[in-house]
């Protein structure tokens, strides 16, 4: 399968709304919360911000967004894959991306239970971190973080 992905705004983009649509029953099914409360599209700063949709074709297949977290570390949000190695796609250019706008690291926060996600994340270089911002005191949420290097092709 070959994977492409388009670099934009999330605020009006079909692609992205409906991949988001999707991703909210997924997690509401999963966990019990969609997540939505965690991320407003109409905050977007293109100068510090990313997001990016994972195409097969003219079909997409993935999304994510990183935000500002601190310093020159960044935050994962609102990742969903449907299909196989598109998740892994999708991160390394959300991580090139974010090291072409000055991140070296980057910090992400989903629920225990979402075993795949979690497992996801791990295989991918991220480790637990301490809890951060609103995550702090919830035991059913796992901080991960880990460094970006970028350029992976």
Do not use: W
């Not at 500002?68 to 250019?93: D, I, W």
């Not at 991306?97 to 497992?119: C, F, H, I, M, W």
């Amino acid at each position: 399968m070959t994977f492409k992905s388009q670099s934009l705004t999330p605020a009006h983009n079909k692609d992205f709304i409906s991949l988001i649509d999707e991703l909210n029953v997924s997690l509401g099914n999963i966990t019990g919360d969609s997540g939505e409360s965690s991320f407003v599209a109409d905050d977007f700063d293109l100068s510090r911000d990313g997001c990016i949709v994972v195409y097969v074709g003219n079909k997409a297949v993935a999304c994510g967004v990183f935000r500002f977290h601190s310093g020159q570390t960044c935050e994962l949000k609102r990742m969903y894959s449907k299909v196989p190695g598109a998740g892994s796609f999708l991160l390394n250019e959300l991580e090139d991306l974010a090291a072409s706008k000055g991140y070296v690291g980057a910090v992400l926060s989903t629920r225990r239970v979402n075993e795949r996600a979690v497992k996801f994340y791990q295989r991918n270089g991220f480790k637990e971190i301490e809890a951060y911002g609103k995550y702090m005191g919830l035991e059913r949420s796992i901080c991960m973080g880990k460094p970006i290097v970028g350029f992976h092709h």
